[in-house]
């Protein structure tokens, strides 16, 4: 591998670098010529995700310059190249996230509006959501996402101010002391590494990767009840004890097609493979069985491509559902397309977090047991007329933007965690160990609040062995003092490697908390850079976090709940 000067903006799939002045949602071919910019900023940001693309957005907003990278050719995390449709709150088209987290939900809408033949009926509906997916207000496809935030970027690539690096992933990071010095990151197409330097690092990444290169303190797994003293804490602390990852992927059906896929070599193995969790799972994976979260009882699931009623059982077909072609001009779509992030795709036999031989062995792992269940759909799952299987299922690579059908990276649910200067735990937030604690009905107030979020506590049964882990939270704040390590003094983190526990992180994790994790690490960095004075000297003094509070609060952040 070489190390090559920093003379590119942005690297498309093909490995073609392109100048902003020609970049157009990152569909057009490259130029021969680029202009030598350089390879330093005031924040570099690692990971191009939600909270990536957040903290970039409220920084370049402010005036200040970044550079971010991002391992995979999309941008947009969980929502685009996880392609997983977003998991949002009861209130989250009026309050509960930031104003430009509701502005990129309309964006997304608009798209639709000014680019899809969408009936007249869909059009004039002010909350469109294109798949009418169950999951989601919102059900949209991946690359709309990147799509829309590519053009929320745009100005910011055409003055410079912006540097997007995709296909790099982080692989070293220089210290003095407490701070970080520089990060050094790999062209994932060419194998050139490219030293970057700035005041700031964001850390983004969806497993925390900066963290341990950089020598910060974290946490990883399921901390135990001695050490947290939460409710629902484990027995013992695991740090292999991470929930599932799954390997997500779109499918739409062709009536009385012929389309079955060649046996996965591993069939075999999933299809008779029961989860060793405690409690017990319901049976075998592949099943439309699975264990009820809140009760832990097998639950019956129904499952017809064509979107017709399963009764009282849920339709798995419209459960993630990106695309309802009844939305769109009769004949514009052949059938309606979901993607599959369902109980039977949940991956649980080894965790991501680890040296990159440990995240590909399981990423193509994960990657056959979801081949497996659509082998399994195709060919034997039971149909309501008593028949088995639907071989009229079709694999759609092309929605995910992969050859191979299956999301480009694994879904994350849990991630590193930094070792914090303030660890938001279960008696801050859940429902029935806040009342035990405190007598409260309500979350914890921090008065160091830096943003809102809500979801119910939902950890995924896990490489540890427990089932799901899935109870009722409260509507939460994010306080400042998750966001600072207890050390590091320039790294702030960006996604799920906040200062939460295992169990917390279950409600901390979703597309609009960690957009809303991601915007207060750019506004806490601007606004440092703004005052000159540093992040953890803000949190040490009540004053300081009043004013930094105004500052975000005035660029459409909520900090407190008004319900």
Same mark, same amino acid.
């Given at each position: 591998?070489?190390?090559?000067?920093?003379?590119?903006?942005?690297?498309?799939?093909?490995?073609?670098?392109i100048s902003?002045?020609?970049?157009n949602l990152?569909l057009?071919?490259?130029?021969?010529?680029?202009?030598?910019?350089?390879?330093?900023?005031?924040?570099?940001?690692?990971?191009?995700?939600?909270?990536?693309?957040?903290?970039?957005?409220?920084?370049?907003?402010?005036?200040?310059?970044v550079?971010?990278?991002e391992?995979?050719?999309?941008?947009?995390?969980?929502?685009?190249?996880?392609?997983?449709?977003?998991?949002?709150?009861?209130?989250?088209?009026?309050?509960?996230?930031?104003?430009?987290?509701?502005?990129?939900?309309?964006?997304i809408?608009n798209y639709?509006?000014?680019?899809?033949?969408?009936?007249?009926?869909?059009?004039?509906?002010?909350?469109?959501?294109?798949?009418?997916g169950?999951?989601?207000?919102?059900?949209?496809?991946?690359?709309?996402?990147?799509?829309v935030?590519?053009?929320?970027?745009? *100005?910011? +690539?055409?003055?410079?101010?912006?540097?997007? /690096? %995709?296909?790099? &992933?982080?692989?070293?990071?220089? =210290?003095?002391?407490?701070?970080?010095?520089?990060?050094?990151?790999?062209?994932?197409?060419?194998?050139?590494?490219?030293?970057?330097?700035?005041?700031?690092?964001?850390?983004?990444?969806?497993?925390?990767?900066?963290?341990?290169?950089?020598?910060?303190?974290?946490?990883?797994?399921?901390?135990?009840?001695?050490?947290?003293?939460?409710?629902?804490?484990?027995?013992?602390?695991d740090?292999?004890n991470?929930?599932?990852?799954?390997?997500?992927?779109?499918?739409?059906?062709?009536?009385?097609?012929?389309?079955?896929?060649?046996?996965?070599?591993?069939?075999?193995?999933?299809?008779?493979?029961? *989860?060793? +969790?405690?409690?017990?799972?319901?049976?075998? /994976? %592949?099943?439309? &069985?699975?264990?009820?979260?809140? =009760?832990?009882?097998?639950?019956?699931?129904?499952?017809?491509?064509?979107?017709?009623?399963?009764?009282?059982?849920?339709?798995?077909?419209?459960?993630r559902?990106?695309?309802?072609?009844?939305?769109?001009?009769a004949?514009?779509?052949?059938?309606?397309?979901?993607?599959?992030?369902?109980?039977?795709?949940?991956?649980?036999?080894?965790?991501?977090?680890?040296?990159?031989d440990?995240?590909?062995?399981?990423?193509?792992?994960?990657?056959?047991?979801?081949?497996?269940?659509?082998?399994?759909?195709?060919?034997?799952?039971?149909?309501?007329?008593?028949?088995t299987?639907?071989?009229?299922?079709?694999?759609?690579?092309?929605?995910?933007?992969?050859?191979?059908?299956?999301?480009?990276?694994?879904?994350?649910?849990?991630?590193?965690?930094?070792?914090?200067?303030?660890?938001?735990?279960?008696?801050?937030?859940?429902?029935?160990?806040?009342?035990?604690?405190?007598?409260?009905?309500?979350?914890?107030?921090?008065?160091?609040?830096?943003?809102?979020?809500?979801?119910?506590?939902?950890?995924?049964?896990s490489?540890?062995?427990?089932?799901?882990?899935?109870?009722?939270?409260?509507?939460?704040?994010?306080?400042?003092?998750?966001?600072?390590?207890?050390?590091m003094?320039?790294?702030?983190?960006?996604?799920?490697?906040i200062?939460?526990?295992?169990?917390?992180?279950?409600?901390?994790?979703?597309?609009p908390?960690?957009?809303?994790?991601?915007?207060?690490?750019?506004?806490?960095?601007?606004?440092?850079?703004?005052?000159?004075?540093?992040?953890?000297?803000?949190y040490?003094?009540?004053?300081k976090?009043?004013?930094?509070?105004?500052?975000?609060?005035?660029?459409?952040?909520?900090?407190?709940?008004?319900?």
């Open positions: 591998m070489k190390r090559r000067q920093f003379s590119r903006l942005i690297t498309l799939a093909s490995g073609v670098a902003p002045s020609t970049f990152g057009r071919s490259g130029i021969n010529k680029y202009e030598a910019l350089t390879p330093h900023a005031a924040a570099i940001v690692a990971g191009g995700g939600m909270g990536g693309c957040a903290a970039a957005l409220a920084l370049l907003r402010n005036g200040y310059s550079i971010m990278t391992e995979t050719d999309w941008i947009g995390g969980q929502l685009s190249s996880q392609g997983v449709p977003p998991d949002e709150h009861q209130w989250i088209e009026t309050k509960g996230a930031p104003q430009s987290y509701r502005d990129f939900r309309s964006a809408r639709y509006k000014n680019h899809y033949p969408l009936t007249d009926e869909a059009r004039r509906r002010p909350q469109l959501n294109p798949g009418d169950a999951v989601s207000r919102l059900c949209h496809e991946p690359m709309v996402a990147v799509a935030l590519l053009e929320l970027l745009a *100005p910011y +690539l055409s003055n410079g101010r912006l540097q997007l /690096l %995709l296909n790099h &992933k982080v692989r070293q990071a220089a =210290t003095t002391g407490d701070r970080i010095s520089a990060i050094t990151v790999q062209n994932l197409i060419s194998g050139d590494l490219i030293d970057l330097t700035g005041e700031y690092y964001i850390d983004a990444t969806e497993l925390g990767d900066l963290l341990p290169l950089s020598g910060t303190e974290f946490v990883t797994g399921a901390e135990g009840v001695g050490q947290t003293g939460e409710l629902h804490a484990s027995k013992t602390n740090p292999e991470v929930q599932a990852f799954t390997v997500c992927f779109a499918m739409d059906y062709v009536k009385d097609a012929q389309l079955v896929i060649d046996k996965p070599e591993k069939y075999d193995f999933w299809k008779n493979h029961i *989860p060793p +969790l405690t409690p017990p799972w319901s049976g075998h /994976l %592949l099943d439309l &069985k699975y264990s009820d979260p809140k =009760t832990l009882k097998p639950k019956e699931l129904g499952f017809h491509p064509e979107g017709i009623s399963t009764g009282e059982k849920l339709n798995l077909w419209v459960y559902r990106i695309i309802n072609k009844t939305n769109f001009s004949g514009f779509y052949q059938g309606d397309i979901t993607v599959v992030n369902w109980p039977q795709n949940d991956y649980m036999l080894g965790n991501l977090i680890g040296d990159e440990q995240f590909i062995q399981h990423f193509e792992a994960g990657k056959e047991l979801s081949l497996s269940l659509f082998y399994w759909l195709q060919t034997e799952a039971p149909r309501p007329d008593g028949g299987g639907w071989p009229g299922l079709r694999l759609r690579g092309d929605i995910m933007g992969t050859v191979d059908g299956m999301a480009k990276y694994p879904y994350v649910r849990e991630s590193r965690r930094i070792k914090a200067l303030f660890t938001v735990k279960e008696e801050h937030v859940g429902a029935e160990n806040r009342l035990l604690v405190s007598g409260e009905k309500t979350a914890a107030v921090f008065p160091d609040s830096v943003g809102i979020g809500y979801y119910h506590i939902d950890l995924h049964p490489s540890g062995g427990d089932n799901y882990i899935d109870f009722a939270s409260l509507p939460f704040q994010i306080p400042l003092g998750s966001l600072l390590p207890q050390r003094l320039n790294l702030i983190p960006a996604n799920k490697n200062g939460t526990t295992h169990i917390t992180n279950g409600c901390y994790r979703l597309h908390v960690e957009w809303s994790i991601g915007e207060a690490a750019g506004l806490l960095i601007a606004y440092a850079l703004l005052k000159k004075t540093s992040p953890h000297s803000i040490s003094q009540p004053e976090i009043d004013d930094l509070q105004q500052f975000i609060r005035s660029q459409g952040v909520e900090t407190e709940w008004d319900l």
